[in-house]
């Protein structure tokens, strides 16, 4: 019987309180800009954008994640206000801390490396984090009635990820595969 590869992708989640006030934002882009798209996923900060691996393999997968994990300490992330991808992405605004862009591009050098991931799209492309609040279904003209109202509304968040995070898409929803602990693991470069 043929293996049929599913889609997975990488990301930090915000912790439970946050995820339910992003949530509540999707939600009014649903509510009053038609556009639900981002509610098929829980909020977060991409840090691989979706592959393709066979389910049948995935301890193969998952485990140079956990060891990936294991070596990194845990993140703080801040967020602050909106930005957008015009005509068509809304998002919150995510700081480029060192931290997060170092850890993404080792995340991405370690999955092209050990597995063959390769994100072509974000080659030669800095790594821009955000969290999409909504996207492929807002229309054009619905970005034009809603980014002048959030442009310049405030929002600010600080946490601390403890955990990577790989979520896989099923039933045409993205569901929380497992999750790694961040441990920082002393001498991870010997």
């Known amino acids: 019987m043929e293996k049929s590869p599913r889609l997975y992708f990488i ?42 691996w066979v389910e049948e393999d995935l301890d193969r997968l ?7 994990a294991r070596f990194h300490d845990p993140i703080s992330i801040a ?13 919150i605004d995510v700081e480029k801390t060192p931290e997060l862009l170092q850890v993404q591009a080792e995340l991405a050098l370690d999955l092209e490396r050990r597995l ?15 969290m999409t609040v909504a996207f492929k279904d807002l229309k054009r003209q619905a970005f034009k009635a809603a980014w002048p ?5 405030p929002f600010a968040a600080q946490f601390t990820v403890s955990e990577l995070t790989l979520l896989l898409h099923r039933d045409r929803q993205w569901h929380i595969y497992t999750q790694f602990p961040l441990e920082g693991e002393e001498n991870h470069n010997a």
């Open 11 to 52: 990301a930090l989640l915000p912790p439970a309180e946050l995820q339910a006030e992003v949530t509540a934002i999707k939600q009014d882009f649903a509510d009053r800009y038609g556009s639900s798209h981002a509610l098929k996923s829980p909020p977060h900060v991409t840090l691989q954008a979706p592959f393709k």
């Open 149 to 153: 109202e959030f442009r310049d509304l």
């Open 62 to 68: 998952t485990e140079p994640l956990r060891q990936f």
């Open 116 to 130: 063959g991931i390769v994100d072509d799209r974000a080659r030669g492309r800095a790594f821009s984090p955000h």
């Open 79 to 91: 967020l602050s206000g909106f930005g957008a991808f015009p005509p068509r992405v809304i998002y």
